[in-house]
T-cell receptor, first 111, second 114 residues
Framework: GENVEQHPSTLSVQEGDSAVIKCTYS??????FPWYKQELGKRPQLIID?????GEKKDQRIAVTLNKTAKHFSLHITETQPEDSAVYFC??????????FGDGTTLTVKP | NAGVMQNPRHLVRRRGQEARLRCSPM?????VYWYRQLPEEGLKFMVY????????ESGMPKERFSAEFPKEGPSILRIQQVVRGDSAAYFC????????????FGPGTRLTVT
């Protein structure tokens, strides 16, 4: 089955700096890669996603890149703000629908 | 259009009791996924159901756990004879087509086993 590894497990940055979170996956059949933000006690919220026919996608301060050959994808947050502090999860999925999640990155943005 | 609903939001059970978690998908959605999140861990897939059918239960523990999604009513995840290790947040997600990019998560049920 699919295996997703996520790094780092914790990340602390100063407000205004950039944050990068990286994930690798094992199943070459995976073709959909969402990123979720989860605040304490809340549900995962989809913040950006990318499909395997695209190498990069950007939405304001958030961008995701995908390298299918190397089987890795990354989340980039620029101009970080304290409200970006949360746990971020990557996931990998294919047509079967179920998602395999990474173990999460706790991002702390210090004002 | 109401989102995915889960109830109860919090459930406390003593060891050995049964826990029933309910998930009402969004209107028009016939695909439901259940995930478990242990404290400070990621979400782990448990089971994928379509109306009246279990499509993939590869993540479901072989004993004590069962899931159903009847023709009418919510999907139910049942845990029999709960143990402390079952304490976790259980999230369901629904989809209209089964495609992963159309999954919407519910607010979760936090199960505490005392």
């Amino acid at each position: 089955g699919e295996n997703v590894e996520q790094h780092p497990s914790t990340l602390s940055v100063q407000e205004g700096d950039s944050a990068v979170i990286k994930c690798t996956y094992s199943d070459s059949a995976s073709n959909y890669f969402p990123w979720y933000k989860q605040e304490l006690g809340k549900r995962p919220q989809l913040i950006i996603d990318i499909r395997s026919n695209v190498g990069e996608k950007k939405d304001q301060r958030i961008a995701v890149t995908l390298n299918k050959t190397a089987k890795h994808f990354s989340l980039h947050i620029t101009e970080t703000q304290p409200e970006d502090s949360a746990v971020y999860f990557c996931a990998a999925s294919h047509e079967a629908g179920k998602s395999t999640f990474g173990d999460g990155t706790t991002l702390t943005v210090k004002p | 259009n109401a989102g995915v609903m889960q109830n109860p939001r919090h459930l406390v059970r003593r060891r050995g009791q049964e826990a029933r978690l309910r998930c009402s998908p969004m209107k028009g959605h016939s695909h439901v996924y259940w995930y478990r999140q242990l404290p400070e861990e990621g979400l782990k897939f448990m089971v994928y159901l379509q109306k009246e059918n279990i499509i993939d239960e590869s993540g479901m523990p072989k004993e004590r756990f069962s899931a159903e999604f009847p023709k009418e009513g919510p999907s139910i995840l049942r845990i029999q004879q709960v143990v402390r290790g079952d304490s976790a947040a259980y999230f369901c997600a629904s989809s209209p087509t089964g495609q992963p990019y159309e999954q919407y998560f519910g607010p979760g049920t936090r199960l505490t086993v005392t």
